[in-house]
């Protein structure tokens, strides 16, 4: 059973899954390291731990190298990096911003919209 409690991951939700698990290791991992900290009970299958993981070093977003007959991986950013970068490419092919951040705005939580405003409000040349 995935998080969301349906046997079945939302879009992208297995990226972010596998990018906190390799954030948190004190090492690289192994895809089998991987699967089995995400699901030590077997449900997830090797083959697609090793698909999401080449997916992600195609992206840039984990670092790979070989490890006898096997690829460690290492996070090179956070989970919320990989999100954002999602949220982008969403965006990017958008021609109507305004409508999408208006809905989205609008279907955000009272703290959630707080802190994008703070976030908004923050002067770029201190970040």
């Known amino acids: 059973m995935t998080p969301t409690g349906s ?12 990018m906190t698990v390799l954030d948190s290791a004190l090492r690289p991992l192994t895809p089998g390291e991987v699967r089995d ?34 690829f460690r991986y290492g996070a090179l950013s956070a989970p ?17 911003r305004a409508t999408v951040l208006r809905r989205f705005v609008s279907n955000l939580s009272a703290d959630d919209e707080r802190l994008l405003r703070e976030l908004l409000d923050e002067d770029p040349s201190e970040g």
């Open 80 to 96: 919320a990096g990989l999100v954002a970068d999602r949220m982008s490419r969403l965006m990017a092919v958008e021609p109507d």
């Open 7 to 18: 046997g079945r991951r939302r879009p992208g939700q297995l990226e972010t899954e596998i």
């Open 37 to 70: 900290a995400l699901d030590s009970g077997g449900g997830l299958s090797y083959s697609t731990v090793v698909t999401t993981l080449t997916r992600l070093f195609e992206k840039g977003a984990v670092a790979r190298h070989r490890a006898g007959r096997a």
